[in-house]
């Protein structure tokens, strides 16, 4: 003999009334239903607003820097101040080009190195907070073709030289402004008797 448990009972008009089986079940099916669509209209009225502000809140900014010409960027860092450097190409102002921004990505400056063919840079680095080091090709400089090229500048984009290229141009710098500044005997006008 198959032994039947009570799912639930209720007393009517103090007459004992007990629901097993399928009445159970109906009843059940019926809740389920109502949580169910209920549980999918909290669902929609919650989660899509959520999704289109999810989506809006992932772009804290945008920012977009050039000219008239083709400007590309091909390598990026996040530098010691929490702003961002960027290095590539710029057929607007000419050469490698290098773009230095606070953390909202506003420009801060930039600086262009090179000649009148194509320079680019392809990749940067910030070095010790004290400058970056970018490398790429030029066509402007060294034989004339492309020729790997290594710039490396101060924390303002200003190129540094080595010392074995600084030595003799001050040297020559300071002889020019000696001579310059030295004065010459001058000469006696031609006087005719």
Known sequence: MTKVSVVWSRNLDKKPFYGIGTASFRGE???S???FLASIVLFVLVTFPLIGSVGASLELWSQTYGGTGGDVAYS???TSDGGFALAGVSTSFGGFWLVKTDAEGNMLWNRTYGGKNIDIAY??????GDGFALAGYTSSLGDGSDDFWLV???AQGIPEFPSCVILPLLITATLLIIICNRKLPKTP???SY
């Not at 990749?123 to 010790?128: A, R, Y």
């Open 123 to 128: 990749s940067l680095v910030e070095v010790s």
């Open 29 to 31: 099916l019926m809740l």
């Open 189 to 191: 006008s031609h006087q």
């Open 76 to 78: 990026l860092v996040v």
């Open 152 to 154: 490396k500048t101060d």
């Open 33 to 35: 239903k109502k949580l």
